[in-house]
């Protein structure tokens, strides 16, 4: 199992009657809400807290990028993740990702990451996301029903960027360049491995499944609502004749460990209420521009990743949002038995640990992500070479990292003297 | 009687309507759409030969992936009417439609004389942003397209049940099938460069605007009367942007001052 503290980074300073006074949450949310003073802060905990998860041993850190939105201050998710390729030792950098249709050139997020992968000394995963609708279309501009056929280039440019050693030319619809040439190039070879975030878009597995490309689904219903689209994908899986591999695939799970289920409620259930009524207001007309998703998609009846339950979450108690699996909390005990039962349900090897919500503090957050770390995540790990034995050693989907790595600090404390500089540098003459 | 038919043209099998006599004239419809029981269609026909091509993605007809951009819209406009077997019919557009009436004429000045622009898209004023019909949701859209909001609700929902989920899935579709080619010249912004290009049109033109449009603020029409030498104001008091269905008889009239 490979599991990855993911922080969506959200504004913690939302008022109480953020949906009453507030249309959306995204793309026209309102400026004065943000305070970049405060921010200060804001920015340097959450990195602080994904160098804890790498301090505890998670196998990876996550960030992602929204822009114009309230639960997501990362608009460049590569400037969070640079900071963590020099600040944390073990851990995966994971992207999920960059949405690669809106960087011009494409070859921009080619660069960007082998810069991330070289740092970190191989260390990246890369997420090639579309990009959500709001993100994409509304904030950023694309022609929605232009979005995918865009998205489909910028890839194919970036993996022949990595893969290509010499110069070569591009002459895309939406990308010309006369001199490709990739420098800086990835540590990882032939590429970082890749993960797409997908929503359901039926095209997405095809394009996972050619590419040994893992799918992770990143939905904030939870589980249980996730069975119809992760058998959807597996049934794909089976239908193109390629294995099973639990790797294949990622979830993102809302995760919150207390002492017992009792305290998990008492500590956090205010910011799980935080994040479900205030960060995902998000105004119906943005939620999918006509033409962003294909009429296939539309046909399978999947709604948008967006669109609340019936009756929208403000109707969702606790109890609602933990039996329906929306968020997995409670006792170590409990929580070990829901994440069971989602990894062998979904048969998922990637799990995307949601452990920061909404407005929690650090020490909150701090202390679940410990607990989880400690009594949850070893049993979970231990499980996988009884239910999945032939993929334990499966690393197709995850990262390759240099044995020999250095991290920040490898400097001497102090600048050598004139006489040092002598000795070493006589010493080398003389050989 | 108007007709459904299909005409090939180079990028697509086209739909189109097609009923009455006389003088031939092509209408190219709107954002939202037409369909045969249009009452804009019925006046025309008392005394045109209309023809009204359906863009590739509208009502039952097929998408055409290779139309992405302006020049692809008005290019296979000029393929339709060529295919149709006419020249120098009336041009007239509405909304979306007529942006592409006007490219088509500003990219072939020799080939229309005559051109009427119903509250055309194209153009942009910063004093006078068009409001983003890609994030209206149906239950704002009254507002924004009628004079008479109440009564064009009344218009957009007769016949529908909206509490059917069939009526959903089929909305959702159609919206992503036609909205999404529409997005193509429209989205995020409607406009493509037309005004650096109107200074071309030779035709005889004429503009016909709601009073209260607000969708397409009458700005526009000025606008457009600036750029479009031989052209004339008309406008029509008491209608919005769907002023064609609000004050079908006045449209039509002013129409016809094109001869």
């Given at each position: 199992m490979k599991f990855t503290w993911f922080n969506l980074m959200p504004w913690p300073y939302l008022p109480d009657d953020f949906r009453e006074t507030n249309r959306s949450v995204w793309v026209d949310i309102d400026q004065?809400?943000?305070?970049?003073?405060?921010?200060?802060?804001?920015?340097?905990?959450?990195?602080?807290?994904?160098?804890y998860a790498d301090a505890l041993g998670f196998d990876g850190v996550g960030v992602?990028?929204?822009?114009?939105?309230?639960?997501?201050?990362?608009?460049?998710?590569?400037?969070?993740?640079?900071?963590?390729?020099?600040?944390?030792?073990?851990?995966?950098?994971?992207?999920?990702?960059?949405?690669?249709?809106?960087?011009?050139?494409?070859?921009r997020v080619a660069e960007e990451f082998a810069m991330l992968d070289c740092i970190s000394g191989g260390r990246l995963v890369a997420g090639f996301p579309v990009g959500t609708s709001m993100d994409t279309n509304f904030c950023y501009g694309q022609i929605p029903s232009l979005t995918r056929e865009k998205y489909q280039e910028a890839h194919d440019l970036i993996i022949k960027a990595w893969t290509t050693r010499e110069p070569f030319a591009w002459n895309g619809r939406y990308t010309k360049l006369r001199h490709v040439n990739l420098w800086p190039r990835p540590i990882q070879q032939p590429h970082p491995p890749v993960h797409i975030p997908g929503g359901g878009s039926v095209e997405t597995y095809d394009f996972c499944?050619?590419?040994?490309?893992?799918?992770?689904?990143?939905?904030?219903?939870?589980?249980?609502?996730?069975?119809?689209?992760?058998?959807?994908?597996?049934?794909?899986?089976?239908e193109r004749g390629v294995d099973k591999s639990p790797y294949r695939a990622g979830f993102a799970q809302t995760i919150l460990v207390a002492d017992t289920d009792e305290e998990a409620e008492r500590l956090y259930a205010e910011h799980v209420n935080y994040f479900y009524n205030r960060c995902l207001h998000v105004y119906p007309g943005f939620a999918d521009a006509p033409g962003y998703r294909t009429i296939k998609t539309i046909q399978t009846g999947a709604l948008s990743q967006y669109a609340p339950p019936r009756g929208g979450y403000a109707t969702l108690s606790w109890k609602d949002l933990v039996e329906g699996g929306h968020v997995i909390a409670g006792s170590p005990e409990t929580v070990r038995q829901r994440m069971e039962e989602l990894i062998k349900g979904l048969n998922v090897g990637n799990i995307f640990c949601l452990m920061h919500v909404g407005?929690?503090?650090?020490?909150?957050?701090?202390?679940?992500?410990?607990?989880?770390?400690?009594?949850?995540?070893?049993?979970?790990?231990?499980?996988?070479?009884?239910?999945?034995?032939?993929?334990?050693?499966?690393?197709?989907?995850?990262?390759?990292?240099?044995?020999?790595?250095?991290?920040?600090?490898?400097?001497?404390?102090?600048?050598?003297s004139a006489a040092d500089l002598a000795r070493t540098y006589a010493l080398e003459a003389g050989e | 009687m108007i007709g459904l038919k299909t005409v090939q043209a180079p990028r697509a099998a086209v739909r189109y309507f097609e009923g009455g006599e006389g003088e031939p004239l092509v209408f190219l419809h709107g954002a939202g759409g037409?369909?045969?029981?249009?009452?804009?269609?019925?006046?025309?026909?008392?005394?045109?030969?209309?023809?009204?091509?359906?863009?590739?993605?509208?009502?039952?007809?097929?998408?055409?992936?290779?139309?992405?951009?302006?020049?692809?819209?008005?290019?296979?406009?000029?393929?339709?009417?060529?295919?149709?077997?006419?020249k120098d019919p009336v041009l007239v557009g509405h909304s979306m439609g007529g942006m592409i009436a006007a490219e088509m004429a500003a990219i072939a000045p020799n080939d229309v004389s005559r051109l009427a622009l119903i509250a055309p898209a194209g153009l942009w004023d910063d004093a006078h942003p068009v409001p983003d019909l890609f994030s209206t949701l149906p239950f704002e859209m009254p507002a924004l397209l009628f004079h008479d909001a109440a009564a064009g609700a009344a218009m957009l929902t007769a016949g529908r049940n909206v509490e059917d989920p069939n009526f959903l899935q089929t909305y959702l579709v159609t919206n992503a099938r036609q909205l999404g080619m529409a997005g193509r010249i429209l989205f995020p912004i409607p406009e493509r460069g037309l005004q650096q290009r109107l200074y071309?049109?030779?035709?005889?033109?004429?503009?016909?605007?709601?009073?209260?449009?607000?969708?397409?603020?009458?700005?526009?029409?000025?606008?457009?009367?600036?750029?479009?030498?031989?052209?004339?104001?008309?406008?029509?008091p008491e209608a919005g942007h769907m002023v064609i269905v609000e004050k079908t008889a006045a449209v039509v009239e002013a129409i016809a001052t094109l001869g």
């Open positions: 004065a809400l943000f305070d970049p003073v405060k921010s200060h802060q804001v920015y340097n905990t959450y990195m602080d807290l994904l160098e992602n990028e929204h822009h114009q939105n309230g639960y997501g201050i990362m608009p460049s998710p590569n400037i969070i993740a640079a900071g963590l390729a020099r600040r944390t030792k073990d851990a995966a950098i994971v992207v999920l990702g960059n949405s690669i249709a809106l960087y011009n050139p494409p070859i499944i050619d590419n040994t490309y893992s799918y992770s689904y990143l939905s904030f219903s939870g589980y249980l609502r996730a069975q119809a689209l992760m058998s959807g994908y597996w049934k794909r899986v089976e407005n929690m503090p650090a020490d909150k957050c701090m202390y679940s992500t410990k607990l989880f770390a400690e009594k949850v995540m070893p049993k979970l790990k231990a499980m996988f070479p009884d239910w999945a034995p032939e993929w334990a050693d499966d690393n197709r989907f995850w990262t390759s990292p240099l044995k020999d790595r250095v991290a920040s600090g490898s400097l001497p404390r102090q600048a050598p | 037409l369909t045969a029981e249009d009452p804009f269609l019925a006046a025309l026909a008392q005394t045109h030969h209309v023809y009204a091509p359906l863009i590739p993605g509208y009502g039952d007809s097929d998408e055409a992936p290779e139309i992405r951009d302006m020049l692809d819209f008005t290019l296979h406009s000029w393929d339709v009417v060529e295919a149709l077997g006419l071309r049109i030779k035709a005889k033109a004429v503009l016909i605007w709601g009073d209260s449009d607000r969708l397409m603020p009458p700005a526009y029409a000025h606008a457009f009367k600036k750029g479009i030498a031989d052209s004339r104001l008309v406008s029509i």
